[in-house]
């Protein structure tokens, strides 16, 4: 059939089938998907990983820093000789250097932990997968593959748990610490940061404690030894296990050999050396209150101080423990008997170096120093105070007051042992400790000045103007009282005790030194003089008999609380003030406990426990309480025997110092 045109002229006939497309297959589009979507989820794993790894790493510190990050605070304390009477805290000794070291030491360690230190990164790649397919094979952790730099790192910022993402953040922290230091600054800091067992952190502190030596000194079986430790310090210290600890260090010098450190020979020689250790004696209690004050004032003489420290003090190690001792001897002996339980001294030289400082009977039974710390009534010793502001204003040793009965407002004082002497010289009344006169010298001077007084001497306490204050009946403490009567002993010049010598960090430079004494004068010298004129009187003749010190002058106060809670004697020589305190902790009365007895006693003997083999040297003013001529002696007898005359013929006439008169 024709076909025919269209309009526009084309035929019109049947239309064409169009082509049929060819099919492609998704195979490959969708694979290519599939491992988009793998990666994208590998990577976002990996990252979510990288960050539950890492999120929270810590920071390496600075190098400054390195030597005492996260290190306890250890003091180590030591007497004026050296002599090391305790630590407290880690003990972490004195910096080393390699240096310093012979090379058989750091080898022992390097052959011990780390024989490829110097070849590694920071982190030992072959060790890490071999001993991740010996922890594989033997399914439980057999082999850690941790570098001395690793090591190092757990121990600066790292926690002690044992888990993939802590030892993922060791091998990255070790990596970027081997970019900061060099092979020698990380071994040195290993070796002065490893722990010994014991307590005992860093190569010097263990080398000293268990040998005696300093880390320069040590053989190579020493060496050995010590670098066995870090693996597994409690497992084989040294004082518990030495058998299997010498076993380990068999092993280091098997190792040591391996490395090419030693010849066969010199590891069978270290293998056969006998090692001793050094005997300790176990830490006396008897420094306890001492160092408890020593680190009391580290605080204030250095509030940023370095982590740790080693300090000198005062101390007379020897005196310390014998005072000690007598304290802990008489409670238990004439203070049972007497209802007394606990007992306190302190002795200062004229320099201001505390001597000796036992704040207690018993430490390990109680830790309260009651030299600095406990507060009590002083009595009589107190009338030290008011004698001196009384003397400085004007009155004289030999100037008389009569001894009466007195009244102050509804107060009427009486002496202790009852009774009344008439007209009486200051020295005598100060001699016998009578109650009146002193009252009446605080009245005349006023408690303000005997306040003041007090201050100026060192007593630091807080006392309020009350006329009581003139027989001691406000709280002080022993260390304030002993203070304040260095004074007298100084001729008027303020006693300045100090028990810290001088600090050093751990590498032994000075960080503080005691500054040179700056003389404070608070009295006149012939004050002075007077008041100790009229305390040796108080020894020679007085209440205080039982403090005499044979071959020494000896000038004191005693002093006895209401009740017989307290007893004191405060005195001192030309080379010693010393002070004494008995009583019980509760505030429970003692049998009639006077601080002329058992007190005096007490310091007769400590004082010379601290004076043997030093030459006896008189106070200045000694001679004072002698220069009264007869004369005046019987004028003061004839007023005295006046005025009992008087009062057995009219009765007892009384001044009443409000104004009224009392019967």
Known sequence: MASKRTTFGNRQGPSPRPPRPRRKRPVLKYALIALAVLVSAAFGAGAWLWHQAFHDMPNLPARAEMQV?????????????????????????????????????????????????YEHDGADTWAILRAAWSNWRSGRTVSGASTLTQQLVKNLVLSPERTLKRKAQEVRLARRLEERLDKDQILELYLNRAYFGSGFHGLDAASRHYFGLAPGELSVAQAALLASLPKAPSRLALTDNMQAARKRQAYVLGEMVSAGYLSPAQAAAARREEVNLVERTPQDPDFGYVLDFAAEQIRTHLPDAPPDLIVTVSIDPQLQSRVQAALARQIAGKGAELDASQAAAVLIRPDGRVAALVGGVDYTQSEFNRVTQARR?????????????????????????????????EWQPENYAGGYLGPVTLSEAYARSLNTVSVRLTQEVGEQAVIAMGRALGIEAEMQPLPSIALGSQEVTLWDMTRAFGAFMKEGVRLDPWIIARIEDARGNLIYERPPADPVRVLEASVARDMNAMMLRVVESGTGEAAAVPGWSVAGKTGTSQEWRDGWFIGYTSALVGGVWIGNDDDSPMARVTGGKLPSE??????????????GEALAGADRHRTVSKAAEQRIAFYRELSGAFASVSGRDVADLDGARLQ
């Open 377 to 409: 009534q002083p009595g009589s010793a107190f009338k030290a105070i008011v004698y001196a502001a009384a003397i400085a204003r004007g009155a004289d040793p030999y100037d008389v007051r009569t001894d009466e009965p007195l009244k102050i407002g």
């Open 602 to 615: 007490i310091f007769s003997q400590i004082m010379q426990f601290a004076l043997e083999g030093e030459r």
């Open 69 to 117: 990050i996260g290190r306890e605070p250890a003091i180590e304390f030591r007497a004026m000789d050296g002599t090391v009477l305790d630590i407290r805290g880690p003990r972490y000794g004195r910096l080393v250097e390699l240096s310093q070291l012979p090379p058989h030491v750091p080898q022992a360690f390097i052959a011990a932990e780390d024989k490829r230190f």
